[in-house]
């Protein structure tokens, strides 16, 4: 265990030298050839142009002086390769110096994108004092006391049980935690959109689902579990996921575990639940589990690798009177965002923090579960 | 065909053809069965849209349980009154373990039928069995796991069961050699857990430079392979060092699982597994679950006639392995043979890349 000597005196939120490192790094990535072979590192690439970070910053609440709180520490996810730099990335636009705890599997697009910014950091002596990367198992609990020891904030992904034994360490008093537990997404679809839409549209609405869900196999908290229907009708259903199980089928690698692991599941809901009516089953890409009524614990119903569940939404009433605080993202098609997040401030409820149109489940920002990042992460001075 | 009936002819006499029709029928019935007197079983069957109709099922029709279930289902198919064993599989480290609930009828059939196929390869007389363990695993009946059920199962071939290893897995050198010079005129019978037998029988005895000389044993080994695979150490191997330490050993390994116990699969002369009469072999594909053709890797499927109070008569394994053949193997048993690749590959976890790319 080696003690790190880190300047962690706060910079200025948006920062020029931050956002000239951030625009250089992502012109460097950008010319990478291991990028192209990397969505998630070309779209990391993409967020961090200079362009992009102008925009950001004129999102961001003006008035009074903001400052970074000091020193961040970031707890990254096991399974999501380039997460931790997003993370990082959040704090050092809040203008703080930072411990990035990397993710403890190796990833080739991690080794890629460290040897770059290594690189860029060189040029930037100033930063490379205030930003250190670390790798360690998840099991030397004593490093993560000791950073969490120093850290005037900390974001925590990775799950109820991660957060639940790192927020037991001691932490200075004013230390703020952004933590990234364990949520649950759904999808919803208007049925008479798919109907109207061409099959162009409908070709890139199943990429786009199939983006959401396969590619990793449902892995991710904003992964739709749940396809809610509104204006539902069997042919919509059949056009919809026609679609997608011919993405799958182009695309898809099910794994043999996954296979066994997805019928498993398949068995278990049909045995466990009164709430689940029919399973539609033709192949093994595309399982899909009707819910007859949405339970109250639907939270519960997790797929994988292709495992859905259904439910015709006879009113927003339905959907509501199940949603917690467990519930992150809804990904939609045909449906107004707007209204539907006025109705979610409106009724008072206490999750869903985000509405994207089906395609962008992964895409991470700077307003995440919730929390708008750069602000939370920074300070505010006020004078009268 | 019956159960009874089966037990009337020898284990391996059934060819493909009235195999099938007498599993069939016997199988479609457990269906039945089970459908009719365990809520869950018959939800799941509800919820795969299938129907147990009346009459016989082809055996690749015939719906399968997942075996990961009996971990986190409680499968009955008869009054919990009736129970007389449950039985616990070790499982690996860390993880939930099965549950097998046992009714006095299903045990009294796992017994004659393991008695059928083991008499089948040793005769019907009782020999001195040598059981390669230690004598706790039978005394600890706070668990009463699959290993010990195994040891106690096995108990019936033999008279003067003797314990080759003490409570700390030590040989006890002196017993084991008063137990050949008492026998040194007959054959004599080993049982144990092939990995146990490896390390600490085999590996022990290499180590300690003793060596005992059988005339005329016969040792059936049951267990995991995964551990001696990762140590380069194949059934050939394995057959040759055992012989190396204790002499002139006939070695038959056996393949059961805690959900089917009772219809064993035993490795021939030939180094094939076979199905006996009260057990079949389906290979499945892991893209859709269809059928695999003989030569052809996919997820084992294992058929017994006899689970009776739990629903454990089709089971999905998640092994992996392919049918050599069926009916012909050199050794002269019917049925099909087969042979198992070892547990499936974990699941990688997926990131959020380079799926994009590959086509």
Redesign the interface.
């Known amino acids: 265990m080696t003690r790190l000597s880190i300047s962690n005196a706060p910079l200025r939120v948006f920062d020029e030298s931050v956002v000239e490192f951030l625009g250089e790094l992502s012109a460097e990535l950008l010319k990478s050839p291991i990028v192209?072979?990397?969505?998630?590192?070309s779209a990391f690439a993409f967020y961090v142009r200079k362009a992009n970070l102008a925009r950001l910053q004129g999102t961001m609440n003006p008035g009074g002086g903001r400052l970074g709180r000091g020193l961040c520490f970031h707890i990254a996810p096991a399974?999501?390769?380039?997460n931790f730099a997003f993370s990082w990335v959040f704090s050092l636009l809040a203008g703080n110096a930072n411990v990035v705890r990397l993710p403890s599997?190796d990833?080739p697009?991690v080794d890629a994108l460290l040897e770059v910014v290594d690189g860029a950091l060189g040029r930037h002596p100033a930063l490379r004092e205030r930003n250190a990367f670390v790798k360690y198992p998840r099991t030397d609990v004593e490093t993560t006391a000791m950073y969490s020891a120093m850290a005037d904030c900390r974001m925590i992904w990775g799950g109820d049980r991660t957060i639940a034994a790192i927020r037991a360490m001691p932490t200075m008093p004013r230390c703020v935690d952004v933590c990234f537990a364990d949520r649950y997404s759904v999808a919803l679809i208007d049925g008479a959109a798919v109907l109207a839409a061409d099959d162009a549209r409908i070709a890139r609405l199943a990429e786009d689902f199939y983006n959401d869900t396969y590619?990793?196999?449902q892995?991710a908290c904003s992964s739709p579990q749940v396809i809610l229907w509104e204006s539902d009708s069997p042919s919509a259903r059949e056009r919809f996921w026609t679609a997608v199980e011919a993405v799958a089928k182009r695309?898809?690698?099910?794994?043999?575990?996954?296979?066994?692991?997805k019928?498993?599941m398949?068995?278990?809901?049909?045995?466990?639940s009164l709430a689940?009516g029919?399973?539609t089953?033709a192949?093994?890409?595309l399982y899909r589990?009707e819910l007859e009524a949405l339970p109250k614990d639907v939270f519960a119903h997790r797929g994988r690798g292709g495992l859905f569940f259904e439910h015709s939404l006879k009113s927003r009433e339905g959907l509501f009177e199940v949603v917690t605080e467990k519930f992150q993202t809804v990904t939609q098609f045909g449906i107004d965002a707007l209204a539907l997040r006025d109705e979610i401030v409106s009724h008072g409820l206490r999750g869903i923090d985000r509405i994207v149109p089906i395609g962008q489940a992964?895409d991470i920002g700077a307003v995440w579960d919730g929390y708008n990042l750069v602000e939370t992460l920074s300070r505010t001075v006020s004078a009268s | 065909m019956t159960l009874d009936d089966l037990f009337m002819i020898d284990p391996y006499s059934l060819n493909e053809a009235d195999k099938e029709s007498a599993l069939s029928g016997i199988l479609s019935d457990r269906t039945r069965r089970h459908y009719a007197n365990c809520p869950?079983?018959r939800?799941?069957l509800?919820?795969?849209?299938y129907r147990p109709d009346a009459g016989a099922v082809a055996l690749e029709r015939l719906p399968f349980?997942?075996v990961?279930?009996f971990k986190?289902?409680e499968l009955r198919s008869v009054p919990k009154e009736s129970v007389v064993k449950t039985l616990t599989s070790s499982g690996t480290s860390g993880q939930a373990v099965s549950r097998i609930f046992l009714d006095a009828e299903n045990v009294r059939n796992q017994t004659k039928t393991l008695n059928a196929i083991i008499s089948s390869f040793i005769g019907k007389g009782r020999l001195p069995l040598l059981l390669l363990d230690t004598e706790m695993i039978k005394k600890d009946r706070s668990m009463y796991s699959a290993r010990g059920a195994g040891i106690i199962g096995f108990s019936i071939f033999g008279r003067d069961s003797t314990f080759a290893l003490d409570a700390d897995m030590k040989m006890d050198v002196d017993k084991v050699a008063a137990f050949f010079d008492r026998h040194s005129e007959e054959p004599i019978l080993m049982f144990g857990y092939t990995y146990m037998i490896w390390q600490f029988v085999v590996r022990a005895l290499e180590e300690s430079g003793r060596r005992f000389n059988a005339k005329n044993a016969i040792l059936f080994h049951i267990g995991g392979w995964k551990k001696l695979k990762d140590q380069q150490v194949d059934a050939l191997e394995f057959n040759r060092r055992v012989q190396g330490v204790l002499g002139n050993v006939k070695v038959y390994n056996y393949y059961g699982m805690a959900e089917q116990l009772g219809s064993v699969f035993v490795e021939c002369e030939h180094g094939h597994m076979h199905c006996s009469n009260y057990s079949d072999v389906i290979i499945r594909r892991?893209?859709?679950?269809s059928a695999a053709g003989i030569g052809e890797r996919g997820?084992i499927e294992l058929l017994s006639v006899l689970p009776t109070s739990y629903p454990g008569h089709v089971l999905?394994t998640?092994d992996?392995g392919e049918i050599l053949g069926v009916d012909d193997c050199p050794c002269g048993r019917k049925g099909r043979y087969f042979k198992i690749h070892g547990r499936?590959?974990?699941?990688?976890?997926?990131?959020?890349?380079?799926?994009?790319?590959h086509?």
């Open positions: 192209r072979r990397h969505p998630d590192l399974n999501i390769p380039v599997r990833f697009q590619l990793m196999d892995n695309k898809y690698v099910l794994q043999d575990a996954v296979a066994v692991d019928y498993t398949l068995c278990e809901e049909a045995a466990g689940t029919r399973v089953r192949g093994n890409l589990v992964m | 869950e079983y939800a799941i509800d919820g795969l849209g349980m997942p990961r279930l986190a289902l892991p893209c859709d679950f997820l999905l998640e992996e499936i590959k974990a699941a990688e976890v997926r990131g959020c890349s380079d799926t994009f790319e086509k």
